[in-house]
């Protein structure tokens, strides 16, 4: 794709497959396990602000600043939910939407060490601000991601996370140790938004405390509700509809905000499934009508 597009929609493609490893992350807790964090993006930020002051400072090479700032996401991860996820529902989110405004406020007040505002430079994996070499690099992430999540999901784990998703106190009766499984998938997730975060930042090139704000995380809650919660593809369709929608829309400012909270209640309220589940049920639709197409488009699959 990047050679038959310019640089600027080669980059919106990026951006797009870097929401996609967020939005998968975010899923894995959100949606197959049923704990609703807001910190999700604040995890991305330690990954890439872990790198660039490990490369700035101790001049490490970049994929072990990348490392790093994946071991510090989950220390950090595994820590947060080891004080939060015990509390259910608005308490969880309240928590870790604090915990995220605290370090976002400390990365700007530190500016001797963060650069806070200003920016912090860092240097560009590849040597060059051209996209198209980070666009098969984020291919490749979001692949792994894909896979790495597919495994868990149809791993013991998974069932797990379902269990407890849909019934904790049952779950837990059955003698699943919820509070553990609950707080591996948070430091998995953790992970994934780091290294993700890692990849990002020496891709742009200059870290700021701007995209640990609250609306990076309500863009990462949309794209996995447009395209599904509680679905496989979901966060893969949503993620890059929202981010080429949202660039498409980028001379209204703020007021895209608006118009994406009211294609989550249009979603919520038609397809609860989202995007996969409009694609479903218009391959349903095309199925009935076109009887030799129904092995490829209703195939036989196991229930998310």
Sequence with gaps: MPWGTSEYHTHVLV???????????????????????????????VGAYTSALLVRYTHVPILAGIAAGAVVAAAMGYGLGTLCLRMRAIYLAL???????????????????????????????????????????????????????????????????RAIRDD???ASVMGVDTFKWKRFVFAVSAVFAAV????????????????????????????????????????????????????????????????FALLVIVIARGYPSGLVGICRAAGGRLAARVPALAPVLRPERQSD
């Design 15 to 45: 951006t797009s497959l870097y929401y996609v490893v967020l939005a998968i992350g975010w899923n894995l807790l959100a949606g197959y396990t049923g704990q609703f964090s807001l910190a999700h993006h604040t995890f991305a930020g």
């Design 95 to 161: 928590a870790t939407w604090a915990f995220a405004e605290s370090l976002r406020l400390l990365i700007t007040v530190e500016y001797e060490i963060t650069r806070g505002d200003l920016g912090l430079a860092a240097p560009f994996l590849f040597a060059t601000p051209r996209p198209t070499p980070y666009y098969y690099l984020f291919l490749a992430l979001a692949l792994v991601a894909i896979l790495v999540a597919r495994e868990l999901v149809d791993s013991r784990i998974g069932s797990y996370m």
């Design 168 to 170: 904790e106190e049952a």
């Design 196 to 259: 993700a975060g890692g990849f990002q930042g020496h891709y742009v090139g200059l870290l700021s405390p701007t995209p640990m704000k609250f609306n990076e995380m309500a863009m990462i809650v949309v794209m996995v509700i447009v395209g599904g919660l509680r679905t496989f593809a979901g966060p893969i369709l949503g993620a890059v509809f929202i981010e080429v929608l949202s660039e498409a829309l980028r001379a209204w400012g703020e007021v895209r905000m608006v118009l």
